[in-house]
C-alpha cells in the first residue's frame, strides 16, 4: 500500500512537472478587450496581451519569439508564408504597440489579432485569437 501512494505521488509530481514545462512554452497572443460577444461603440479599442512572446516595433526586424500585432477584421487568416497584406481588413501595428482604435460599422464583425515578425510574415503555427462584437 506505501508502494502504491508512493507511486501515485511520483506520477502527479511528474505530470505537474510536465504541465509546468509545457506552460512556458505556450506561446500566444491574445485580445483582452473587448470580450468576446461585447456590444461597442466606434471606435472599437483592441488591446492584446503577449504569452511568451515580446511585441516590438517591426523597424527592429526579424527576432525569434518578437513581432508586432496585426488586426484582422472580417477576413480569415491570410497565407502564413507571406506578409500579412496591408488595406482596411488587415490593420498593421508596427509600432510595436498592444492597443490600438479602429472605425467599424454598425452591426456584427469578427475581429482577430496575428502576430507576425518584422517582416510582417505571421508566425506558423499561427499565434492568433479571435471575437465577435456588435457595434452600435
Known sequence: MKNLNLTLIFSLLLGLLASTSYAGDYKAVTISEPEDGATVSSPVKVCMKPWNVEFEPAKKGVNEGKGHNHILVDVG????????????????????????????????????????????????????????????
Open 77 to 136: 487568416l491570410p497565407n502564413l508564408g507571406q506578409p500579412i497584406p496591408k488595406d482596411a481588413n488587415h490593420i498593421h501595428m508596427g509600432d510595436g504597440s498592444s492597443c490600438k482604435k479602429i472605425k467599424l460599422s454598425s452591426g456584427k464583425h469578427t475581429i482577430r489579432t496575428l502576430f507576425g515578425k518584422g517582416n510582417h510574415i505571421p508566425y506558423n503555427p499561427p499565434l492568433t485569437d479571435s471575437i465577435e462584437v456588435k457595434v452600435k
